[in-house]
């Protein structure tokens, strides 16, 4: 005879394990047909070849590199011309209009400080071009060939324009494009860095698109070798910073917690920080040196998430659905950071919510949206834009229609 005990472990395991398989087959259910609409999707609307990838072989001479999908094969082809650089110019816009390189200078380094009558500034874009072109079309920052026409005022770009989308290679080549025309203009664009640009460089992503997974697995490469040290991109991005407070607001990608604050490095020691310990810092080690951690840590400014609620689970789960809430402590630490870096309010993006977001009494906007799985501008399509004229700001849609914050 069994033994009682025995007889309902064995019940009760049983019933462990049906419940599991039936959980297994509503999670199959659930994510076959998702993963059947992705790739059609994908297929349907995803541009898949890629370039132009410009590498200096010497202070002279570049190597201009494309991407081209072959559908047939289904695999990637690599077409390559060597050129001097004073010749690459028509190589490159004939892959990209937007694309343009410097022969003879380098990016200026970037302010921690400056003043615009209108600024406006958008975060996290993920590589989607085409919704990153539209809204900056729709809320007047370039015009229809994506030209600067934002006169004097100024573009902040946040953080996070590498790694989850199909697009990075061309949204790198516009922000570059429109950075010189800006300046030109009296104006300028400060693109910030965020976490995925650190971990993109850095070779530790792990949060790749679907087509620059195949594309690196197709031609042996490495993802970060797109955007090395040798690359007029990689070069480019490397020369940014990571924080700018333009008039009385603040901008970070992440955020400034306690122990960034409690450092007491000033704006213009957190950029030269960063651009000194982006290539050295190793963000799976325990041992990144403190003054990186200030960058690059989990609680550095590109990666901060303590202004919202993340408890689990509510919390986390209401995060999770784009439903920000004020996390406990808030008020404080927003207060303090405003205070250290003489700023009236901050704008930080990392954190996505389903739309620009007023936190704190309006002393902390929260500007980063989910992107959609492709880069298709459609009507379910959400991205905005925030606009601040002096002490009034808008989020501006897709559809050019402005609402006050």
């Excluded at 694309?99 to 590589?127: F, K, L, M, Q």
């Excluded at 664009?189 to 790749?208: D, F, K, M």
């Excluded at 409690?262 to 040196?289: F, K, M, Q, Y």
């Amino acid at each position: 005879m069994v033994h009682p005990i025995v007889q309902a472990a064995v019940r009760g395991t049983l019933s462990l394990v049906i419940l599991a398989a039936v959980l297994f087959g509503a999670f199959l259910a659930w994510r076959i047909p998702r993963e059947r609409e992705e790739d059609r999707l994908f297929k349907a609307h995803v541009q898949r070849d890629d370039g132009p990838h410009v590498t200096w072989l010497d202070d002279r001479t570049v190597r201009v590199s494309s991407f081209r999908f072959d559908a047939s094969r289904e695999e990637y082809e690599r077409q390559e011309v060597t050129s001097r650089c004073d010749d690459a110019g028509p190589l490159v816009a004939a892959l990209d209009p937007n694309a343009w390189i410097e022969c003879n200078g380098s990016t200026p380094e970037p302010v921690a400080a400056a003043t615009a009558r209108v600024v406006a500034a958008v975060s996290d874009v993920h590589g989607h071009f085409n919704h990153l072109a539209a809204l900056l079309q729709r809320s007047g920052v370039v015009n229809a060939r994506l030209d600067w026409s934002f006169g004097a005022n100024h573009l902040v770009v946040a953080g996070d324009i590498v790694d989850k989308g199909p697009q990075i290679t061309r949204s790198l080549w516009l922000v570059k494009k429109l950075e010189r025309q800006a300046a030109e203009a009296g104006g300028r664009v400060h693109y910030l860095l965020g976490n995925h640009e650190y971990l993109a460089l850095a070779g530790t992503s792990r949060i790749n698109d679907r087509k620059y997974i195949e594309l690196t697995g197709s031609l042996g490469i490495r993802y970060a070798d797109l955007f090395s040290n040798a690359t007029e991109l990689g070069r480019w991005i490397r020369e940014h910073g990571v924080v700018v407070r333009v008039n009385d607001t603040l901008f970070v990608h992440a955020g400034i917690a306690r122990s960034v604050v409690d450092a007491g490095v000033s704006l213009e020691g957190l950029n030269r920080i960063a651009r000194e310990t982006l290539d050295r810092a190793n963000p799976a080690s325990s041992t990144v040196d403190r003054r990186a951690a200030l960058v690059w840590g989990r609680d550095g400014i590109t990666s901060y998430r303590g202004y919202f609620d993340r408890s689990f689970p509510i919390g986390f789960w209401r995060a999770f659905q784009g439903d920000l809430r004020e996390g406990p402590g808030a008020d404080e630490a927003v207060a303090r950071a405003l205070e250290s870096y003489g700023a009236r309010r901050m704008v930080v993006g990392h954190t996505e919510g389903r739309q620009i977001t007023s936190f704190v009494d309006g002393r902390l906007l929260a500007i980063c949206q989910g992107m959609p799985f492709t880069d298709f501008v459609g009507d379910e399509s959400r991205l905005e834009l925030l606009l601040i004229d002096g002490s009034r700001a808008w989020r501006v849609g897709l559809d050019g229609n402005r609402q006050a914050m």
